[in-house]
């Protein structure tokens, strides 16, 4: 008999989720793609109202939150699914459509917590390399899918590596899945996106049988410490994806926080052009160096420096500035304020000329 209690035998091949490592005091953190600006105006006098109720249970099916996100998109409710931040909701829909003998596939690199989710679901994990560029290699998703495959992730922008997936690449993609086949949009940096061939997939989550959209208010919104993100789809994946959520994990501030950003849209978009200016100069400044990088659609940017990956994180780190770095690949680094990313820049050109 063993002499303790034995986990689930895949657990085992489960990678640690790494996340971005804090900043130490004087040091700026870039490593999580964090949103730079405090929350929207009203957002903290929310979460104060809501707090004074904390003693009660939140409302287990997040009904004004719900209407909220409808009126915003000016959707019914029925195809809207909620939870704490989209990677929960991701975990409801890889619970939901996926088990033991089910494939998933993903594109690769992409983000970490597709392996993660996949393994506890039961699911095994079919992995396609992206391109050299960073992209997604559509064609090569599309014939990876087999008889076994439940779920096919699309990462739109692609986090780590920045570009986003056309429109018309997205149709004829779609058009190659089995109607049995649920196709997962995530878009968590779909408010970045400036790149007019890939707007976003909600109407095609409303018009196909087929796709989900995922979004989150962690990013764009600044949200990331509330946990609050939500999936659009056809009424009944999403009415299997309410099954599989986690009773009361929205919690009443996060609910509140979520309907206070949603009222503040101009606001919302005019600090998301600022983010997306500096995102434009800093790929600017990296370029002029003649050194080239992915085409970037979300909130930070993707430096492909394989096996130096390590060694420029160390020397950022050294300068003040926290990043991401994916060893062996390359280093993600958010779009912070325009004095922090000056300061990596800099580093960038010292290192690119050794």
Not at 267 to 272: A, F, Q
Not at 305 to 314: M, Q, S
């Amino acid at each position: 008999m063993p002499d303790s209690p034995r986990p689930r035998a895949d657990l085992a091949a489960i990678p640690a989720y790494q996340a971005g490592r804090a900043a130490p005091p004087g040091a700026v953190k870039l490593s999580s793609n964090e949103n730079p600006f405090p929350p929207l105006p009203g957002v903290e006098a929310a979460i104060a109202d809501a707090a004074a109720s904390v003693n009660r249970y939140p409302d287990f099916g997040c009904a004004r939150l719900l209407s909220a996100i409808g009126l915003r998109l000016g959707i019914d409710t029925d195809h809207i699914a909620v939870g704490t931040g989209s990677v929960a909701v991701l975990a409801q829909v890889m619970n939901a459509m996926a088990g033991s003998g089910d494939e998933i596939v993903i594109p690769w690199r992409s983000f970490e917590a597709y392996p993660i989710l996949a393994t506890l679901a039961g699911a095994s994990l079919v992995r396609v390399p992206l391109r050299g560029d960073g992209t997604h290699d559509i064609e090569a998703m599309a014939d990876a899918i087999t008889d076994r495959t439940r779920l096919v992730m699309v990462c739109t922008p692609n986090n780590p590596t920045g570009p986003a997936v056309r429109r018309d690449q997205l149709d004829a993609f779609l058009d190659r899945v089995p109607p049995d086949v649920l196709v997962a949009v995530d878009e968590a940096y779909a408010e970045f996106v400036r790149d007019p061939a890939a707007p976003p997939a909600i109407d095609i989550a409303l018009s196909r049988s087929n796709v989900v959209v995922l979004r989150t208010f962690s990013k764009a919104y600044g949200l990331a410490g509330m946990r609050v993100g939500y999936a659009v789809g056809p009424k009944a994946i999403v009415s299997e994806l309410r099954k599989a959520q986690l009773p009361f994990g929205v919690t009443s501030m996060a609910e509140q926080a979520a309907i206070a950003s949603l009222a503040r849209e101009t606001e919302l978009l005019r600090r998301v052009d600022v983010l997306v200016q500096e995102r434009s100069r800093i790929q600017d400044a990296i370029r002029a160096t003649g050194y080239e990088v992915p085409d970037a659609q979300g909130n930070f940017v993707w430096l492909p420096l394989a096996d130096r990956t390590d060694e420029f994180a160390e020397a950022t780190a050294e300068a003040g500035v926290v990043v991401r770095p994916f060893s062996g690949e390359g280093v993600r680094i958010t779009v912070g304020e325009p004095a922090a990313n000056d300061r990596w820049l800099a580093v960038l050109r010292d290192f690119l000329r050794l």
